[in-house]
C-alpha cells in the first residue's frame, strides 16, 4: 500500500513535496494504476491543498519546463473518477488565477472540458456551482476573433447550456448575444465554430426567457436570413447540420408566443415553406423539411371550426335536465365560448409548454397505471343490493321461460298452438346450473329457484306481460312472406361464413338474379319511396330521376357509356337471406329521428354482399403526412388559390344546395348519417366537419355520408377536419368504407375498402378551453384521404365503418324470427321506450323442449342463461355486425345451434343505444352522456335502456339466476383484432402494490376459459390483447358493474378491431362484415365448448377436459408474470415515419447533432417495413 509510504513524507519542502506527488501521479497514470480510485484523489486532494495554502505551488506547476501542467491533464484525461475529476478541475481552477501561459491552459483545459463534459450528465451542475461559467464566458468575450481557442470554449458553452438553469444563467451574462456575433451567412469557413454556436443558441432558447431575448433584440428575421444564404449557397449539402442547428433555433424560439408572431412577422412561413419545397426532391434532407414543417404548424395561426357553435347542429329536449350535468353545462356556457385565442402565454409557469403532446401522453400513461382499481372492497362482489325484490318484480314478465310449463302446447304438431293439456308431474331432482353467481340467496320467495321446479298450474305469466306475449310458439310480430326468403339457403348463417371461401361465380349469381329479378318502375325507391315525399328535386342525382321518371332508362343507359348499368333494386335475396329492401323502408317509417329524417340512403336500402377480395391493410405511403401537411400550408401562403366555398351546411335552414358543376353534392340527412359541413377549398379538395354527439359539443369520430356530382377520374382529397383522438388507425393501414350505388346496380351492392394518400395528424384548429370543459383548448386532428371515382352519375356513400342502423336491425329481427322452426323459441319483447321514441328489443332464444315431461320442462326452465348486449356506443357499427352474427347463428339450423340452445338460455339487448345509432352520434345518448359510463346508477328517465337492462339483471339476481356469462360487445377504434376485457381480482391486485396478504383472495380462473377458447377458435381473436384488470374509469362499466354488482365472474366487453388483424389467418388483412359476423358465430361456439367445460359431471368423466383446464391455469401463469398483461388504451406505437405528429411537440427523432448521420435521421421505407413487422 501507498498510503503509509506517503504519510512518512512530512518534513520534506513543500516545493519538493509538490513535485514529489506529481511524480507519484505520473506513476500512477503510466501505470494504468488510476482504476485505483482511491490513490488518486488522495494524491490530487493533497496537491489542491498545497496551490490553496501556498502561492509558491502554484508557480511551481507552471514554470516554463515543468512538466507538472501536462501530469494534471492527463490524469484528467485518463481518469474514470469523478473526485479526482472535481479535485483536478479545483486546481486548475486555482492556477488560472496565476498570469503566464494563461490562455494556453485555458485552450488545453477547455479541449479536455469539451470532452469530459459530454460524458457526465451532471457537469453543467457542477460547473455552475463552482462558478466555472462565467471563466467561459469571460474567455470568449475576450476572444472572439482567436478561433483555436473559440471551438473548445464554444463546445464547452455547449454542454453548459443543456442544462436549463445555467441557461437562463447564460442568457443574462450575455450569451445569446454573443451567439449572434459568431454565427452569419453562408461561408466556407469555421463552420464547425458555427455549427456548435447554433447548437448552443439552440440549447439556450429553449428557456422561455433566452427566446423572448432573441425576439426583443430582433434576432429571428436574422436567423431566418441565415437560414436562406445558407440554403443558397450549400449546393451539396455539405453543411445540412448548419442548417439544421438554425432551424433547431426557430422550433426553441417559437415555442413562445411573441416568437410564433416574429416568426410570421418576418414571413418566416413563406421562407420556410419555398425552402421546404426545394429541399424536397433530396432524401437526405428530410430532416430540414420535417423540421420545417414542424415550425410552420406550430405557428399556423389557431383558428376555431367555421361553425356559429360546435354544439351539436340538432338538439333535443330532455324529460328534465340535471342541474350540473353535462348537458346544463353545455347549454350555460357563454357566447363566443368556441372562439380560440392562442392560449399558450409566456409566463414562466408555461415553461414545459412546448412538450405537451409528450405529457399528455406521458400522463396518459401514468394515469393507466394510476387508473387501476386498488381499493379491495371495490373489487369484491358487492354485498347490498340497493333494490328491493318488490320493486324488480315487474321484471318477471321478460322471463317468461323460467316459468314456462307448455302446457297447451302441441308438440307433435308444433304449428298448431296453444292448447290445455293437463299439468305434467312435479320433478324435485336437482338440476345444476353452473352460474358464477357467488352471492346468498336474498328472496326465497322469488320465482323459480335453480334446482327446483314449479309446475303448478296457473302459474302463467302476468297476463299483462310481453306485448306480443308470443307464449309456446312465439309467433313472428309482423308477419313475413316467405316468398322473398329464399329458403334453400343454409340457413346456419354465419357459420357457414367461415367456411365459405370467395369463389368467383358469386357475382355472376347476383348479375344473373338481376335478369330474372328487375323491379318494375314503381317499387320503393331509395329515400323517394320510404320518405313519403321529401322534395329534393334540385339535388336529385340523375340517377334517381331516372329511377322515378321510369322511361328514363335508356337515356342513363346511354350516359353510362356502355357500363350497362340497369336501374334496379339488386336481388341480393340469396346472398342476404335477412335483407329485404321493402321490409327495410317499412322499418325505416316507425323509426323516430330527432331531425326527422324521412329519406334512406341507398346502401340500407339495397343491402351489402362482403366482397369475395381481400383487403389488405394499407401500406403506408413515405412522406405521406408530409405532402399533405404542405398542402394545408399553402391555404395560408397562396390564400387566393382557396376557395372556401361551403356546399353542405346543416347549420342553415334548408342547407344550401349548389348545383353549378364545379362542386361535389353532399347528404347526410338519413338514419345514422353524419356531416356537419362541407366547404370546398380547392377545385377537388373538401374540408369536411363532423357533427358532434346530440346535447353535446364533441364525440365525433363516426361518419357517414352521401356524394355525388362528380367526376370521373379526378383526384379528389378529403379531410374531415375536426377529429377528436390523438391517434387513429387511419395513420396504421385503415381504410374508410364507400359503397357506389353504380357499383349496386351492377349487380355489386357492397361496401369497400376504400381510399389512398390517408393520414391522421393535428391541424391548426381547436376549441377553446371553456369548450373543452376547462382544460387547455384542445386542438382538433385532420382525417385525409384521396380517391377518384370510377363513374359518372354516381352517387357514392362514404362511412366510418360498415353502417348498420336501427332499422336494419329491426329488419334483420323480423327476418330471423321468421328462421325459427319448431325446434327453436324465440321471443321479441320490448324492453323499453329510448328518449328518442324507439323501442329497445329484448331476444330471447333457446330450445324448445321436447316434450312436456317434468324432466324436459326442468331442464328447459333451468338452462344457465348467456345475457349479451351491443351497441351502446353507436359509432360502433362492427358490434352490431359480430351481433348479427351471434343471431343469425342462434337462430340456425345446424346441431351445433341446436345443441347450444339446449345448453343455455339466451337474453339479448342487440342495441342499447337506438337513438344513438338512428341519429348518427358516436358515442351517446339524447342525454350527450356515454351510457357505458351510466350502470353504476343509470337513472330510469334520462338512461332508460341501461336502467331496464340493469334491472333485468338485477332482476336474475335476486332469483339466483345470475347469467353465467354476460358479455357487451364493442368495438375499438385504436388497436387489431378482436379481443376480451374481463374482470379479475386478483390480475388486478397483482398490478398495484396492494401487499401480497390482500390478495391472499380466492378467485375462481373460470374467467379465462372463454376468451382462452375463443383465441384457440376464432381467427380473429388474440389472446395477447385481453385484459383482465378492473381499471377505476371503468367502474361504471356495463362489465364491472354486472361483475360486482350482480355477481358474475364471466362479465366481458368484447371489443372488435375497426381496423384488421396483425395475427391469425386474418393477418394483414382489413376486418370485413364476414369476419365480424364469423366471430359473432364463434363466440356462440365458443359458449358451447364453456358448457362442457363448466359442468362438473363432464368434467369428472372426461379427463381431457381437465387436460384443456389445466392449460387454461397454464396460460394464466405465464400472462401473468409479463406486465404487459395490463393494456393500455392506446396500444399502437407512435409513427415512425413522421415524427410531426402534433404541431406542439418538440420531440423530434433527433441523434447527437455530432454523431448524427444525415441518410440515418429518418427512417427508410424498409426500417419502416421492419418496424412494422416488430410491432406485430
Ligand atoms: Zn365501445
Redesign the pocket.
Known sequence: MNKPKMTTEKGVPSNSRVLMLLGQLERLSRDAMLADAEIGRQITAKILHLIQTQEKTRKEIMSKGSSGMEVILATLENTQDLQTILNILYILNELLTVGGGRRELMLQLHSLLAKVGPKDRKFGVKARLNGALNVTVNLLKQNLQNHKLLLPCLQVLRVYSSNSVNAVTLGKNGVVELMFKIIGPYSKKNTSLLKVSLDTLGALVKSKTNARRVVDQAHVPVLLYIYQDWHRNDTRHRHMLIRKGILGCLKNITNIKLGRKAFIDADGMRILYNTSTECLPVRTLDPLINTSSLIMRKCFPKNRLPLPTIKSVFHHQLPHVPAGGPVAQLYNQPLGVDDVVDESDDNEDAETENDTENEEEEKDHHAGNDDIETDISKLRPKETHSRPFEELKIYERFFLELSEDFQGFNFDNPKSGVTATPAAPKSHRPIIVPTAQALPPKHPTAAPLQGECHLAKGEHPHPEASPPAPAATPAPVHPLDLDTINITKDQDGCCDHSQIQPHPGLEQELVQGLERVALEGAGPQGRAGGGGGVNRHNRQPPLLAARQGGGAEETLAEEEGGEGAVLEVPDTALLLPLHDPDLYVEMVKSTSSVPQYSEVAYPDYFGHVAPTFREHILERVYGVQRTKIFQDIERLIHPNDILDKVVYDLDIQSCPVIDDGESLKFNSQFESGNLRKAIQVRKFEYDLILNSDINSNHYHQWFYFEVSGMRVGAPYRFNIINCEKSNSQFNYGMQVLMYSVQEAISGRPRWVRTGTDICYYKNHFSRSSIAAGGQKGKSYYTMTFSMTFNHKDDVCYFAYHYPYTYSTLKMHLQKLEALRTPQIYMRQDVLCETLGGNSCPLLTITAMPESTSNDQICQFRNRPLVFLSAR??P??TN?SWVMKGTLEFLMGSSPLAQSLREAYIFKIVPMLNPDGVVNGNH?CSLSGEDL?RQWQSPSPELHPTIYHTKSLLQYLAAIQRAPLVFC?Y???SRKKNVFMYGCSLKETVWQTNISATSCDLHEDLGYRTLPKILSQTAPAFSMASCSFVVERSKEATARVVVWREIGVQRSY?M?STLCGCDQGKYKGLQIGTRELEEMGAQFCVALLRLKRLTSPLELRNHAHLLDVESDLIETRCKVTSSPSTYVLEDEEHSFMEEVDYSAESGDEPDNDPDTADPHDNHLSDSDYNNHRDSLT
Request: net charge negative; glycine share 16%; hydrophobic share 15%.
Open positions: 351502446v356506443h359509432g360502433e358490434a358515442r357505458n357487451d364493442h368495438g375499438h366487453t371489443e
